[in-house]
């Protein structure tokens, strides 16, 4: 089989990022791949080794420098990885679109997305990108195994969770806890230089944006900066408690 | 990640990969257990493994003797993030692989190069450099001997200070080779009879990396152990010049922890109705970390590009280890200042590696040795003795 696994690069999470005439300014900023991305890289590689014969395809639409990001992907496992270059800011409809035509053409089996999308946290990639297949589509995966050409999976619902299981071709979306991604290693980080990485143009797609982000503005909220003395511990707990049930009022 | 002057870019992809994955290592699997492994006095045993595992150890070495073939600047990258979490934890993956496995790799035969790097490399092995004495700053002074016998080498005398010794499995000891009135190096298994390594307790400092001596009463060594490609005392310093390269890197990322938690404290700590962070004199010391360190990364940068076309010279390293350790040290001071009493606090990790930056300013050639070194290539005049 082939998983296809959509890789999005997003700030690190100690970035501080900076707003420059009403766009998100990433310049100095860290950016590594989206942790919901992590797990399905992780996901499609312990399908693998749990006995699926599987090649694992990386895929980012984004600007040159996503390259890193498809790069720890392949030093983290997968076969080889394909890169969409374009500068323009997709939504997440436009950018189904461009991942609905690559399963096809790559004659993808399974195709593996972040649940939330964290630079957009719309959620919408994953269900848009079935819809166009025609396939199924899982959301906040949980725990996830393919056996004779079906998947079977848990995800969570409001109550609690669910198991089900769907037939292949279909698309998953991943979230937290669905595994523990590993750190790519150093000698295979090396190697992953010689795995191809293939450049595409957005215009080989035909997508052009339907949205366009025209503003940007970081909430900023003033800390209170009261630090409980922690001498007497029974002291400054009962403290923090009437500090939380009567200022902050976020308990009864 | 503190990058002030985006030193990040003049980084080849891999080198930024590698910097994300060890940043990733150390922040899940050193930091929660930094402080608990200095309290218990040393890492587990396993962490070797670890690091193994991860590529750490000697990852500059070829893939056939289990190294990743890693540019000099990606080492560094890797040296910078495991000293974000502590010295004494660097101090392990730099023993290993620039003071053991590369000499083994630079100056050993095939067969010992078979024999020993693909285990020390994966942590299976740890291995120890037993270079200083009594004399400490003058190897010249060497009074270890290594006397021919037949087919064997009988090698007498001691080391001191030798990270890692009480838990070695092979140990690299540099020796003075009778007839021949020079310096060689040895591959000695710490199972040979006559080999000890008593710990050194008491220590205050790299308290996650434990220390001790060497003793070799008549410790008879095969021939075939000597590392031949290694002619003088010039041979174990290159390798010291390596590790003083990592270190220099190394201690940048313990910078990048004591003005982290500096600044991190500053904003949140109120005096007189506003944060500390306000005031110009706690300004000023945060102002002097941020420099040092932005300075220091295009120091190592560029050290490691030297070394990467081959045309480092022992002065440039001596430059970036006493400039980037110093810069560390007082930083790690400035920072317990700014945190107050909360600085002498485990709560915090400044004050210990504070207290590990005190060895490492000593450590690898001293500060005032590097002084020296400086000087001499200032005035072509050498006023070591």
């Known amino acids: 089989m082939k998983i296809l696994t959509l890789i999005r690069q997003v700030p690190d999470a100690e970035a501080r990022v900076r707003v420059t005439n ?99 946290d719309s959620q919408a990639l994953g269900a848009a990108t079935a819809e166009r297949l025609g396939w199924p589509q899982l959301t906040w995966t949980n725990g996830l195994q393919v056996q004779d050409g079906a998947l079977t999976g848990r995800h969570d619902v409001d109550e609690g969770n669910e198991t089900f299981t769907a037939t292949l071709p279909a698309v998953v979306t991943t979230q937290q806890g669905l595994n523990e991604p590993r750190y790519p290693t150093l000698p295979n980080i090396m190697k992953a230089k010689k795995k191809e990485l293939r450049k595409d143009t957005l215009d080989q797609y035909g997508v052009t944006p339907l949205v366009r982000v025209v503003g940007a503005e970081i909430q900023a909220r003033a800390r209170m900066n009261r630090v409980i003395d922690g001498k007497d511990p029974q002291a400054a707990a009962a403290q923090l408690l009437e500090l939380l049930r009567n200022e902050a009022k976020v308990i009864a | 990640m503190l990058d002030l002057l985006s030193v990040r870019d003049l980084l080849t992809s891999e080198e930024r990969a590698v910097w994300d994955a060890t940043r990733a290592f150390t922040t899940g699997e050193l930091l929660p257990h930094a402080q608990g492994w200095w309290d218990a006095g040393g890492a587990p045993r396993d962490l070797m493994r670890r690091f193994g595992e991860q590529g750490l150890l000697g990852p500059t070495l070829p893939p056939e003797y289990g190294g990743a073939g890693l540019s000099a600047v990606a080492y560094g990258c890797a040296m910078y993030e495991l000293e974000r979490a502590d010295s004494g934890l660097r101090s392990l993956a730099s023993v290993q692989g620039s003071l053991v496995m590369g000499p083994i790799h630079r100056f050993g035969s095939e067969d010992l190069r078979r024999r020993w790097l693909p285990g020390l490399a994966s942590g299976e092995l740890v291995g120890c450099f037993g270079l200083t004495e009594e004399g400490g700053s003058d190897p010249a002074a060497m009074r270890t001997t290594a006397r021919a016998d037949g087919a064997h080498y009988v090698l007498t005398g001691s080391k001191v200070w030798i990270t890692n010794s009480p838990l070695a499995d092979v140990a690299v000891v540099w020796a003075r080779v009778e007839g021949e009135d020079r310096v060689g190096g040895f591959v000695v298994p710490t199972d040979t009879p006559g080999f000890s390594a008593p710990k050194i307790d008491g220590k205050l400092s790299l308290r996650a990396s434990v220390t001790g001596e060497i003793v070799l009463r008549e410790c008879r060594v095969p021939a075939a152990n000597r590392l031949e490609g290694a002619r003088g005392l010039g041979a174990p310093l290159s390798c010291l010049t390596d590790a003083r390269y990592g270190i220099s890197w190394g201690a940048l990322g313990s910078l990048e922890t004591s003005y982290g938690t500096a600044r991190e404290f500053a904003l949140g700590r109120v005096t007189f109705g506003q944060p500390i962070a306000s005031r110009q004199l706690v300004q000023e010391k945060l102002a002097r970390m941020l420099a040092e360190h932005s300075k220091g990364l295009l120091l190592s940068w560029r050290l490691g590009v030297l070394k990467d076309e081959g045309r480092l010279s022992p002065p440039q390293v001596s430059l970036a280890k006493r400039d980037n350790v110093r810069a560390a040290l007082n930083g790690a001071r400035a920072a317990r200042e700014v945190l107050g009493a909360s600085g002498i606090t485990t709560a915090y990790p400044v004050m210990r590696h504070l207290l590990n930056l005190e060895t490492v300013d000593t450590y690898e050639g001293t500060h005032d040795i590097h002084t020296l070194v400086l000087g001499r290539e200032a005035t072509g005049i050498n006023a070591f003795g």
């Open chain 1, 22 to 120: 009403g766009a998100v300014d990433l310049e100095g900023a860290t950016l590594v791949m989206d942790g919901m991305d992590e797990y399905g890289v992780e996901q499609a590689l312990r399908l693998r080794e749990g006995g699926a014969d599987a090649e694992i395809v990386a895929l980012a639409v984004g600007p040159r420098r996503n390259e890193d990001a498809l790069r720890t992907a392949l030093a983290m496992g997968a076969d080889r990885a394909v890169h969409v270059e374009t500068d323009a800011v997709l939504d997440p409809i436009s950018l189904s679109k461009v991942v609905a035509r690559i399963a096809q053409t790559e004659g993808i089996d399974l195709v593996l997305v972040g649940g939330q999308q964290a630079d957009w």
